[in-house]
């Protein structure tokens, strides 16, 4: 739990093979992880100049060749111009429109993209096609807000009026710097729309940061103690970005050159082969089960051998806050979005179920992900959604299991054994004698020897029972000798 204590943040990157791994610890724990493959490159942020395929006015939305085998697909909410009159009154087939993208494809999903371009830098996000300025929430201090309003609002005056959103590590820099900063994003989108101008559709206007670049632009901040890398390019690139950008901070980028692997040194290796687990451990003994489907995500919290030196409802109150913070922290670092459902133990009184709610509330302030979180119920429920732009942890480490076909279960043993005897009753019309060698896996070999009797009475034969390890679970040749 995060009870008001400053957060110690470490960020550590790994490039091997054909992967990058970049992992965010807070106060010594695992709490954000980003990693692509070259097979796989996040393409959010990137900026095309594409091509309407087919406007759809009977779900508001339209697609768009980008140059990929699968066009990307664009909803009402995020096209430029008036569209009370349905989004076919503003885009049509074979039109040439700017998009960016801000979800890459997920699963049978296309990519989303927006014609709201938004260019990211350090202290400020130009918004081309908007007008206002905003601030970031997570700069509270009220004069604070206003002296930052004030200065972007003079930036904008004198330079060409585009909309800025004021970003969090603004907090503190001087005119001189954000007016560098506003000066440079003009620069690249004065460059974007002459690419958009020159080129033929498909093609990409402007390519976001590598993900180390990303990561040191975004995360990096005084409360980051250190930014580790263990590969001597990346290191020299963010040592160079970070000195143009950030100077107060380039000693706080380190080069590791040991020969135990960097993950493994700072024990983020173990924590990685956890998000596996469908269940995590709670500290007091209690555990929470997540189970997350295409579109939706149920996660279970349970008591198990926890029971507390209070009432049971102090105890069940207790293992729901513990459970709301493992929870925020499990769908951060496991990346879930999309509907999430979060079946906490059923409480009595309501001012123990707003606890809860204000722990979860609480818990996910540092999520850098878009959240909305519904009431809980009188069961004890809890629906919220979380912004996802990127395919889960959990997809991309695994794929359907080959035996169980996604269901995480097989069949049982005796659903084996009664199968087989169906199929020997099948094979031999119910005629009795001579043998029957059955093979099977070998873990369900002992299982049926002990059955072996049983068997041999139903089908009225003499059973031999051998083992074949290629065989995989449920499948058994069955031969009549």
Same mark, same amino acid.
């Given at each position: 739990?995060?009870?008001?204590?400053?957060?110690?943040?470490?960020?550590?990157?790994?490039?091997?093979?054909?992967?990058?791994?970049?992992?965010?610890?807070?106060?010594?724990?695992?709490?954000?992880?980003?990693?692509?493959?070259?097979?796989?490159?996040?393409?959010?942020?990137?900026?095309?100049?594409?091509?309407?395929?087919?406007?759809?006015?009977?779900?508001?939305?339209?697609?768009?060749?980008?140059?990929?085998?699968?066009?990307?697909?664009?909803?009402?909410?995020?096209?430029?111009?008036?569209?009370?009159?349905?989004?076919?009154?503003?885009?049509?087939?074979?039109?040439?429109?700017?998009?960016?993208?801000?979800?890459?494809?997920?699963?049978?999903?296309?990519?989303?993209?927006?014609?709201?371009?938004?260019?990211?830098?350090?202290?400020?996000?130009?918004?081309?096609?908007?007008?206002?300025?905003?601030?970031?929430?997570?700069?509270?201090?009220?004069?604070?807000?206003?002296?930052?309003?004030?200065?972007?609002?003079?930036?904008?005056?004198?330079?060409?009026?585009?909309?800025?959103?004021?970003?969090?590590?603004?907090?503190?820099?001087?005119?001189?710097?954000?007016?560098?900063?506003?000066?440079?994003?003009?620069?690249?989108?004065?460059?974007?729309?002459?690419?958009?101008?020159?080129?033929?559709?498909?093609?990409?206007?402007?390519?976001?940061?590598?993900?180390?670049?990303?990561?040191?632009?975004?995360?990096?901040?005084?409360?980051?103690?250190?930014?580790?890398?263990?590969?001597?390019?990346?290191?020299?690139?963010?040592?160079?970005?970070?000195?143009?950008?950030?100077?107060?901070?380039?000693?706080?980028?380190?080069?590791?050159?040991?020969?135990?692997?960097?993950?493994?040194?700072?024990? %983020?290796?173990?924590? +990685?082969?956890?998000?596996?687990?469908?269940?995590?451990?709670?500290? #007091? =003994? !209690?555990? &929470?089960? $997540?189970?997350?489907?295409?579109?939706?995500?149920?996660?279970?919290?349970?008591?198990?051998?926890?029971?507390?030196?209070?009432?049971?409802?102090?105890?069940?109150?207790?293992?729901?806050?513990?459970?709301?913070?493992?929870?925020?922290?499990?769908?951060?670092?496991?990346?879930?979005?999309?509907?999430?459902?979060?079946?906490?133990?059923?409480?009595?009184?309501?001012?123990?179920?707003?606890?809860?709610?204000?722990?979860?509330?609480?818990?996910?302030?540092?999520?850098?992900?878009?959240?909305?979180?519904?009431?809980?119920?009188?069961?004890?429920?809890?629906?919220?959604?979380?912004?996802?732009?990127?395919?889960?942890?959990?997809?991309?480490?695994?794929?359907?299991?080959?035996?169980?076909?996604?269901?995480?279960?097989?069949?049982?043993?005796?659903? %084996?054994?009664?199968? +087989?005897?169906?199929?020997?009753?099948?094979?031999?019309?119910?005629? #009795? =004698? !001579?043998? &029957?060698? $059955?093979?099977?896996?070998?873990?369900?070999?002992?299982?049926?020897?002990?059955?072996?009797?049983?068997?041999?009475?139903?089908?009225?034969?003499?059973?031999?029972?051998?083992?074949?390890?290629?065989?995989?679970?449920?499948?058994?040749?069955?031969?009549?000798?």
């Amino acid at each position: 739990m995060n009870n008001g204590e400053k957060i110690k943040k470490e960020i550590y990157a790994n490039r091997s093979f054909e992967e990058i791994r970049i992992a965010v610890m807070e106060n010594s724990r695992l709490s954000e992880l980003f990693w692509e493959r070259t097979n796989n490159l996040s393409l959010v942020g990137n900026i095309y100049k594409g091509i309407v395929e087919n406007v759809l006015p009977g779900i508001s939305s339209a697609f768009i060749n980008i140059g990929f085998e699968k066009n990307a697909y664009i909803y009402i909410s995020d096209v430029i111009g008036d569209t009370r009159g349905g989004i076919d009154k503003i885009l049509n087939k074979n039109q040439e429109i700017m998009v960016q993208i801000i979800k890459d494809a997920i699963s049978t999903k296309g990519m989303k993209v927006t014609m709201d371009i938004n260019i990211p830098g350090r202290y400020l996000v130009l918004s081309p096609f908007q007008n206002n300025i905003l601030v970031s929430k997570n700069i509270d201090d009220p004069q604070e807000r206003k002296r930052l309003y004030e200065i972007v609002e003079k930036i904008v005056s004198e330079y060409k009026r585009y909309g800025c959103i004021i970003r969090t590590e603004a907090s503190g820099i001087g005119e001189e710097e954000i007016k560098k900063e506003y000066k440079y994003l003009i620069r690249v989108w004065e460059n974007i729309i002459k690419k958009y101008e020159s080129c033929k559709a498909p093609c990409l206007l402007y390519k976001d940061m590598d993900i180390t670049l990303q990561v040191a632009r975004d995360i990096l901040s005084s409360d980051v103690s250190v930014y580790m890398l263990d590969n001597k390019d990346d290191y020299n690139n963010v040592l160079d970005f970070v000195s143009k950008v950030s100077p107060e901070f380039k000693d706080k980028i380190k080069f590791y050159d040991s020969k135990m692997p960097i993950f493994k040194a700072f024990n %983020i290796e173990h924590e +990685i082969d956890e998000l596996r687990k469908m269940k995590v451990e709670l500290p #007091s =003994g !209690g555990s &929470i089960i $997540i189970q997350e489907a295409e579109s939706l995500c149920a996660i279970d919290v349970n008591t198990g051998r926890y029971i507390g030196s209070s009432s049971q409802e102090e105890t069940v109150t207790q293992t729901n806050i513990e459970a709301a913070y493992e929870i925020a922290r499990q769908i951060r670092l496991r990346n879930i979005g999309g509907i999430i459902v979060i079946d906490f133990i059923d409480m009595k009184k309501p001012s123990n179920r707003h606890k809860v709610m204000k722990a979860l509330e609480d818990a996910v302030k540092n999520d850098r992900a878009k959240i909305k979180i519904l009431p809980i119920t009188r069961l004890g429920l809890i629906e919220m959604t979380r912004e996802r732009k990127r395919e889960s942890t959990f997809n991309m480490l695994t794929e359907e299991c080959p035996q169980c076909h996604g269901s995480g279960r097989v069949l049982s043993i005796d659903s %084996i054994r009664l199968k +087989i005897q169906r199929d020997i009753l099948n094979l031999t019309m119910g005629r #009795s =004698g !001579g043998t &029957i060698r $059955i093979i099977v896996h070998p873990l369900v070999m002992e299982s049926l020897k002990s059955k072996q009797s049983l068997i041999e009475k139903s089908i009225h034969r003499s059973v031999k029972i051998t083992s074949d390890p290629q065989l995989i679970w449920d499948d058994y040749r069955i031969i009549i000798e």
